[in-house]
């Protein structure tokens, strides 16, 4: 059931307005601080008032503005989308408490939670983005305004990793219209509220190459080898914008992108016509295991992190790539779990880089004693991360490998069980270095502030509970459920 | 013919005798020859409007000069394309008003008077090249602007001004010549030179001449657009004129050669007479060399307004790119992106003229921090910069929609290809400018403090900038001009 509703609108528009008011509060640091809660809080509530008629099978549309005639900006919140907006709405409201204990001492934060309350506005437009042109457009910007909180230090290294930063996007943004022009051309419509809107007639070689072109697109921010190298180098940011980056944002409507092409784009019967997803999923395969090889040999921590994020990354196209309705779960939860987990880890690197000041892996001896709270939820998502059972990436693991057995394609359940290991390799030897390598210095507990440890301790609880009982409150495992069944005519 | 139609007539009369009495008016005050332009141009303006009310209402309509009728006396003729005057009279006027500090600083006094005398002059020209009917008159308007234009970028006095103005005059003047010469070709062939007329005798006459005639046409206007490899005379001219010249230059000038070229087409697709493929082939590949030249050029310039100036060719080679793919999606996103980027492009002229008036410095290592001081004009540049590289809901993204979707629809997706990597290319540059102005800290501390520009100058960049974004968001506007006369144009001898 369509309901026509200004709330799908509102959504994106009203963290903009906050924005608006972040950059006029000026230098009052209460205001600002009202307005990027309230940005927050508030996109949070509209979000969640939506999720009980989601739940009951509503789709909320609105067509904003009609560019042209067919060529317009409209809203939908069908049930994809409504997962990803709730994972993102309720992930930024901690990230911005965390942001403004982080930020506390820094100089230009007027700049920083102006732009950091836009890239809200601009992850929920993608969420709930009707058409591929919409999508566009808050993909685009959501790159613009992710580039000032990247060279948010005006540092050398910081403008270099802009640029690398801007230049792979902008590439992928390239890539992303060219596709959508096309897709335009091939089928008269951009639409993404159909399962699949191409068919065969169109020819498989120009739809080889459109989902080349697409895939391609989304794909750098998904961060698909070979199109990770902006991800690791765009870490000199601070850190709550690693956090945006890696969990939220940036790499998260990379992924939706890819889903959107795969379902609703193209659409699962077209797909296995054309047997592309079989090239993609093998790519998908290849970087996760290979990003976690090399994730082993990071020492500093967040350049380890990054590495492990583009290896996560790949579960959700992998399972989107697999086009059976199984991994199709799979790929979809793995927003969340993946979501929770990695900013959690995160939190733990800007927490201890804030109150000890150390960034290198072999530094953390014995940190576990001084920071027993900020390790301990390190912990949960490393775990969650390994696949033990009841954390959260245990549920990911458990249907993308049932869907690649399901799909005949057993190689894939053994990626899974593989990168489990890799996974294992990587985490426990700092979990070994943070809690049983003797301290060397005083053993004196110093946590980070509140505002920091908060949203840490929150986080890595829901990771616990995405785990223990798949459907936590405002985290409905039903709304994937529903995605897949749309998507799959069941 | 209505009541209506002399003021058709005096649409062009006020603004030329306007300009001829400024300095008389004035009695060389500056302040009072800007009051007597931004008077001109605001009647003009507003006949403009009453003009285009009724063109939508009625449809294209003429008026006869003397009233000898069509084929003998001159024939002044206000179709959809015509509906351009509009975004002509906008930019004179806020160019206009822009000048008022500006000038006093860029001229000596004694030359004010002239400058406004000149700018009407060559607005005129731009109106009067819109609204005739007639071949020879459509040879004399383009002679009004161009000299004009030559005089406005030789204005400030200064040797390298002076050359620039040099080599804008030799490229123009052998330009006008080449038009001149297929004016002549087609009155020879046909006899006639009023263009509908023409049209309806171009067939079955002789192929060799014909073809020389269009290719002469072709090549003059191709000039007057600056299109690679004729924009050599583009960058510097555009550069060292004063900014609300450039504007005008930049934004209106070199679209009067795509307009012509819109001209030679509705008299070549009309008669049938004459095979344009190749023409296309060859403009399709010369607007994508402009596109990927100009951003590459454009993107190791240091002076803001050199960077602009290149921008206007890539800019440029969109339209013609527009033009020679020859669909009717590509014709739309051309003849949209002739309003568009005049819009766009003043408002980054005109901003960029307020930062060097405002700060003295010119290149984007001496405005670094402007953002922080000038955050008005900043802002309405960045907007233009967002307009210019087409990113949705601004005034660049339609024209690179349709000619991207005119591309597919012809079957090349290489040129779609090519346009969406060039809007790459040239955001890349975009991005230095707003880096500078926004993320790199200022050169020196000790220098005085640098204040928002007065409001003569901030209204316009800001009014400016604001359509950049409400033509993007009601792209439906132009379309309904544009539309029908794309339609009629790619119709043979439909046109009514």
């Known amino acids: 059931m369509e309901v026509v509703d200004a709330r799908v609108a509102i959504a994106p528009a009203i963290s903009l307005l906050c924005a608006a008011l972040v950059f006029a509060a000026a230098d009052h640091t209460f205001w600002r601080r009202f307005f990027s809660l309230s940005a927050a809080l508030a996109k949070l509530i509209i979000v969640m008032s939506m999720l009980p008629g989601a739940l009951k099978g509503v789709v909320y549309t609105f067509d904003l503005v009609e560019f042209t005639p067919g060529v317009g900006l409209a809203f939908r919140a069908d049930a994809l989308g409504m997962f990803f907006a709730v994972v993102s709405s309720t992930l930024w409201l901690f990230t911005s408490i965390y942001a403004i204990g982080y930020m506390e001492r820094e100089p230009n934060r007027r700049r920083f ?7 809200v506005s601009t992850t929920v437009g993608v969420a709930f983005a009707e058409n591929l042109l919409t999508l566009f457009l808050f993909y685009e910007t959501l790159t613009i305004c992710t580039y000032p909180l990247v060279v948010h230090d005006e540092t050398p290294e910081a403008m270099r990793a802009g640029r690398t930063y801007l230049a792979y996007t902008l590439t992928g943004g390239a890539f992303v219209l060219l596709g959508s022009i096309w897709t335009y051309q091939l089928a008269g ?14 020819g498989r070689t120009t739809l080889t190459a459109l989902f080349v072109c697409l895939i391609a697109g989304f794909g750098v921010k998904a961060a698909i080898m070979p199109l990770h190298g902006w991800l690791p180098t765009a870490m000199v940011a601070p850190t709550p914008v690693s956090a945006l980056l890696h969990a939220v944002a940036v790499v998260k409507v990379g992924a939706f ?3 959107r092409t795969i379902y609703n784009v193209f659409g699962v019967d077209l797909l296995q016509e054309l047997g592309v997803c079989d090239w993609l999923a093998a790519l998908a395969g290849i970087t996760i295991i290979a990003a976690s090889v090399i994730a082993i040999f990071q020492d500093n921590f967040k350049r380890r992190l990054a590495f492990s994020t583009i290896s ?31 900013i959690t880890m995160f939190f733990v690197a800007g927490s201890i880089q804030r109150t000890t000041g150390k960034t290198a892996i072999h530094e953390f001896a014995g940190i576990g004693y001084r920071m027993p709270y900020t390790m301990g939820a390190f912990t949960v998502a490393a775990l969650s991360f390994i696949g033990i059972p009841l954390f959260a990436g245990f549920v990911t693991k458990w249907y993308l490998s049932l869907g690649a057995l399901e799909s005949d394609q057993w190689i ?3 990626v899974m069980l593989g990168s489990s290991l890799l996974n294992a390799a990587y985490w426990l030897p700092i979990i070994y270095t943070a809690f049983f390598k003797s301290p060397r210095e005083d053993a004196l507990v110093h946590e980070a502030h509140w505002t920091m440890l ?3 301790l929150l986080c890595a609880a829901y990771v616990l509970l995405l785990g223990m009982t798949v459907s936590v409150p405002g985290m409905p495992f039903a709304l994937a459920q529903a995605a897949v069944k749309f998507v799959f005519g069941m | 013919m209505t009541s209506w139609s002399p003021l058709l007539a005096l649409f062009l009369v006020i603004p030329l005798v306007g300009a001829v009495l400024t300095p008389v008016v004035s009695d060389s005050s500056g302040r009072r020859s800007w009051g007597w332009a931004v008077f001109i141009m605001s009647v003009t303006s507003a006949m403009s409007v009453s003009l285009i009310v009724r063109v939508l209402e009625e449809g294209p309509f003429s008026y006869v000069i003397g009233g000898w009728v069509a084929p003998y006396g001159i024939e002044l003729r206000f179709d959809e394309f015509s509906a351009s005057v509009a975004i002509v009279c906008l930019l004179g006027l806020l160019a206009i008003v822009f000048s008022r500090h500006y000038a006093p600083q860029a001229l000596t006094p004694e030359r004010i008077p002239y400058y406004y005398t000149l700018l009407l002059l060559n607005l005129t020209g731009m109106l009067g090249f819109i609204v005739t009917g007639d071949l020879f008159n459509l040879y004399v308007f383009t002679e009004i602007l161009s000299l004009s234009a030559y005089a406005l970028v030789a204005i400030s006095g200064e040797k390298t001004a002076e050359m620039a103005a040099f080599k804008y005059l030799v490229m123009g003047a052998v330009s006008s010549l080449s038009i001149l010469f297929g004016v002549g070709l087609l009155y020879a062939l046909t006899g006639s030179l009023n263009m509908a007329d023409v049209t309806s005798r171009l067939a079955g006459t002789a192929h060799a001449p014909l073809v020389m005639a269009f290719a002469a046409l072709t090549l003059g206007f191709m000039v007057k657009a600056a299109l690679f490899p004729l924009h050599i005379w583009l960058p510097d001219a555009h550069a060292i004129a004063p900014s609300p010249v450039s504007a005008v230059l930049s934004g209106l000038v070199v679209k009067i050669g795509i307009l012509g070229m819109l001209r030679v087409y509705q008299m070549a697709y009309g008669s049938g007479a004459i095979d344009l493929s190749g023409l296309n082939l060859t403009l399709t590949w010369l607007g994508a060399i402009s596109i990927v030249m100009g951003a590459f050029f454009a993107v190791f310039q240091d002076d803001i307004k050199m960077m602009l100036a290149y921008s206007t060719i890539s800019n440029i080679g969109y339209i013609v790119m527009g033009l020679g793919l020859a669909s009717s999606y590509s014709l739309i996103g051309a003849s949209v992106h002739v309003f568009n980027h005049a819009l766009i492009k003043a408002t980054l002229f005109l901003g960029a003229g307020a930062l060097i008036h405002q700060t003295g410095q010119r290149t984007l290592t001496g ?6 001081s000038m955050p008005f004009t900043t802002a309405a540049i960045s907007i233009g910069a967002i307009s210019i590289v087409g990113i949705p809901p601004t005034a660049g993204f339609l024209c690179k929609w349709y000619i991207a979707l005119g591309a597919l629809e012809a079957g090349e997706p290489i040129f779609a290809v090519a346009l969406v990597f060039g809007a790459l290319l040239i955001f890349i540059y975009y991005i230095r400018m707003v880096n500078a102005f926004y993320f790199r800290k200022p050169q020196d501390a000790g220098a005085p403090a640098v204040h ?7 209204v316009p960049v800001l009014i400016l900038a604001a359509l950049c974004l409400i033509m993007g968001i009601l792209g439906r506007l132009p379309l309904s001009f544009i539309e029908p006369a794309v339609t009629r144009l790619l119709t043979p001898l439909g046109g009514g």
């Open chain 2, 367 to 372: 405005l670094a921090g402007i953002g922080r």
């Open chain 1, 113 to 119: 939670f102006g732009f950091f309350a836009l890239c």
């Open chain 2, 452 to 458: 928002e520009a007065p409001l003569t100058m901030l």
């Open chain 1, 257 to 259: 992108g890819v889903l």
């Open chain 1, 412 to 414: 894939y359940a053994l």
């Open chain 1, 454 to 456: 908060g949203p840490t």
């Open chain 1, 189 to 202: 419509t951009m639409t993404l509220s159909q399962p699949g809107i191409l068919t065969m007639e169109a």
């Open chain 1, 312 to 342: 996560q990354l790949s579960y959700i196209v992998l399972g989107a790539a697999l086009l059976s309705p199984l991994a199709a779960t799979a790929a979809i939860v793995h927003i969340a779990n993946q979501a929770f987990a990695k």
